[in-house]
């Protein structure tokens, strides 16, 4: 029943900016958690950050701590991913997931039961 579908993504020069949006239906999401996982080509999924859908409270990777900000628009069912100061190494497939929220961090792929399909960004060096 959830959907998630990402936009936004694209080819930007390093030290610009970007915005992904995650647009979530099918489900009520006052008590779920929103993650941003990202894959470059080769390498596993990679946790990028988390926030709970109602209180706003955010946990960052270490890779994009102070330059990636989520933030979410409860009217519109959307959530977005901020990315400022990219680098050549944020190049990747982007997907955004849901799950019920649980008292918990979801840090892991396998934490998360809903997944969009992803958006590619590139950043040139």
């Known amino acids: 029943q959830v959907q998630l579908v990402e936009s936004g993504g694209g080819l930007v020069q390093a030290g610009g900016s970007l915005r992904l949006s995650c647009a979530a239906s099918g489900g009520t999401f006052t008590n779920y958690v929103m993650g941003w996982f990202r894959q470059a080509p080769g390498k596993e999924r990679e946790f990028v950050g988390t926030?709970?859908?109602?209180?706003?409270?955010?946990v960052y990777g270490d890779s994009v701590k102070g330059r990636f900000t989520i933030s979410t628009d409860n009217a519109k069912s959307e959530v977005y991913l901020q990315m400022n100061s990219l680098k050549p190494e944020d190049t990747g497939v982007y997907y955004c997931?849901?799950?019920?929220?649980?008292?918990?961090?979801?840090?892991?792929?396998?934490?998360?039961?809903?997944w969009g399909r992803g958006t590619q960004v590139t950043v040139s060096s």
């Open positions: 997931a849901a799950d019920l929220y649980t008292g918990r961090w979801r840090k892991l792929p396998y934490e998360y039961h809903y």
């Open positions: 926030i709970q859908w109602s209180y706003g409270s955010t």
